[in-house]
C-alpha cells in the first residue's frame, strides 16, 4: 500500500474562536473595566491605556510624596508630622537669628527661651519663628518709640504751660526726690511730665529750705500765673497810678514788675513793654 505523503494543512492554524470576543483594542478598551469605574469621570476622560498608565504612575509618586493628617490626639503621629514640615528634633535646634536693638532697649534671653518651647510645641521650624520674632520686635520696638515721643510731646506741653518757671519747677522737684525718693520712683518720675507735677506740688511748699540742700527763695510764675497778676495790677487804681504817672516814686518800681509779669506771661519770644 503506497505510503500517504499528503500535508495537513489545519496543523499549523489557530482556532481564534475563543478568543475573538476578548481582544483589546484602541477603541473598545473601556469595555473591559467593571461598569462602575466604568463611568468614572477619571476613566471617560481618559484617552487611551498609555494616557491611564500614566495617570496611575503620576498618582503613585503624589501618594508616596503627601503626608497624612493624625487624627486627633495623636500627639506621636503629630510630632512627626511637625519634624516632616521642617520642625527641629529639639528646642535647642532653632536656628535663630537675633533683631538688631533699638538704642536704649535689649535683648531678653528669658523671652526668646519661653518663645521657642510654645513654638516647638505648636510645630513650628526655624524660618517660622524667626518671622514672628521679627514680627514681635517690630511692634515692641514700634510701642516703645510711639511712648517715647508721647513722653516728648507731653513734655513739651508742660514747658508751654510752666514756661519760664519750667526749670526752677524741675529743679524743686528733683531735689525732693534727691531727699525722699528712690531709685526706681525717678525712674518712673522721669519724663513723666503728670508725675513731674505732682512731686513739685508735693515740694513747692519747701522752696524756704525745709528740704535740706534747697536754698530757692524766688518764685518764677507761669504764664497762667504772670496773666492773672497782670489782671490784677490793670484793676489796682494805685499801680495803674503808679505806672503811668512818671512823676510818681514808683513809677520805676511798677514798669519793672510789669515788664519782669510780661516776660512771664509770654516766654517765647520776649515780651516788649512800651
Do not use: C
Not at 249 to 262: F, N, S, W
Amino acid at each position: 500500500m503506497p505510503e500517504d505523503t499528503s500535508v495537513d494543512t489545519t496543523a499549523g492554524t489557530q482556532d481564534t474562536t475563543l478568543t475573538k470576543d476578548h481582544v483589546i483594542s484602541v477603541d473598545n478598551w473601556r469595555d473591559t473595566i467593571p461598569e462602575d469605574l466604568r463611568n468614572n469621570k477619571v476613566i471617560q476622560e481618559t484617552k487611551d491605556l498609555t494616557s491611564m498608565a500614566k495617570r496611575l504612575v503620576d498618582a503613585n509618586d503624589f501618594i508616596s510624596k503627601s503626608i497624612r493628617l493624625p487624627d486627633d490626639g495623636d500627639t506621636s503621629g503629630m510630632d512627626e508630622l511637625y519634624n516632616k514640615l521642617g520642625r527641629p528634633e529639639t528646642v535647642e535646634g532653632y536656628k535663630v537669628e537675633r533683631p538688631d536693638m533699638p538704642e536704649g532697649q535689649t535683648y531678653d534671653d528669658t523671652t526668646e527661651k519661653s518663645f521657642l518651647a510654645e513654638a516647638h510645641k505648636i510645630g513650628l521650624n526655624s524660618s517660622q519663628a524667626n518671622a514672628l520674632m521679627k514680627w514681635n520686635q517690630t511692634q515692641v520696638s514700634s510701642q516703645a518709640a510711639s511712648t517715647q515721643q508721647a513722653g516728648v510731646d507731653a513734655m513739651g506741653e508742660l514747658k508751654k504751660e510752666w514756661g519760664n518757671a519750667f526749670d526752677e519747677r524741675v529743679k524743686i522737684a528733683e531735689e525732693v526726690l534727691n531727699q525722699y525718693g528712690t531709685d526706681e520712683i525717678e525712674a518712673l518720675v522721669k519724663d513723666n511730665p503728670a508725675l513731674i507735677t505732682l512731686v513739685y506740688s508735693m515740694g513747692k511748699n519747701l522752696v524756704e529750705g525745709k528740704v535740706e540742700g534747697l536754698s530757692h527763695t524766688s518764685h518764677i510764675r507761669t504764664p497762667q500765673e504772670a496773666q492773672a497778676e497782670i489782671d490784677k495790677l490793670n484793676r489796682d487804681p494805685n499801680f495803674k497810678k503808679a505806672y503811668y504817672e512818671k512823676k510818681d516814686p514808683t513809677h520805676d518800681a511798677a514798669v519793672e514788675q510789669m515788664r519782669q509779669l510780661m516776660v512771664e506771661a509770654h516766654p517765647e519770644p520776649e515780651a516788649v513793654v512800651y
